[in-house]
C-alpha cells in the first residue's frame, strides 16, 4: 500500500508540473489518507519521498541536458574536423588530376 501511495503521489505531482492537472482543494496527505487507508505517519512519508522522487529527476534532468549539449558539441567538433579533412583530400585529389593533364600533355606532345 505505501509504494502505491508514493507512486500515487510522484504521478499527482507531475501530472500538476506538466499542467495537465490542476490543484486539488483537498491536500495530497488526505487524498492519501482517505484512498489508501493510511495513518498520518506512512501517509506523510509517501508525500516526503514522492517530493523527494520529483526534485532527484529535476536535477538528473539538468544532468542529461548537460550531457547531451556536451555531446552535440562533440559531434559538432567531429564534423567540422571531418570536413576539413575532406577539404585537404579534395585539394590534394585536385592537385594529382592538375598534374596528371600536365603530364598528358608533356607525354603526348
Known amino acids: 500500500m505505501f509504494n502505491q501511495a508514493k507512486h500515487f503521489r510522484y504521478q499527482a505531482g507531475g501530472r500538476e508540473l506538466r499542467g ?3 490543484k486539488s ?5 488526505q487524498q492519501l489518507k482517505q484512498r489508501y487507508g ?7 512519508s509517501a508525500v516526503q ?4 522522487l520529483l526534485s532527484a529527476q529535476k536535477e538528473l534532468k539538468k544532468v542529461y541536458m548537460s550531457n547531451k549539449k556536451e555531446q552535440i ?5 567531429k564534423i ?10 579534395q585539394k590534394i585529389k585536385a592537385s ?10 608533356i607525354l603526348y606532345d
Do not use: P, Q
Request: aromatic letters at 14%.
Open 80 to 89: 567540422k574536423a571531418t570536413k576539413a579533412r575532406l577539404t585537404t583530400l
Open 38 to 44: 493510511l495513518n498520518d505517519y506512512y501517509a506523510n
Open 49 to 52: 519521498e514522492g517530493r523527494a
Open 73 to 77: 558539441n562533440a559531434v559538432k567538433r
Open 96 to 105: 594529382f588530376v592538375k598534374l596528371m593533364w600536365t603530364l598528358r600533355y
Open 20 to 22: 495537465l492537472k490542476e
Open 25 to 29: 482543494f483537498v491536500s495530497i496527505h
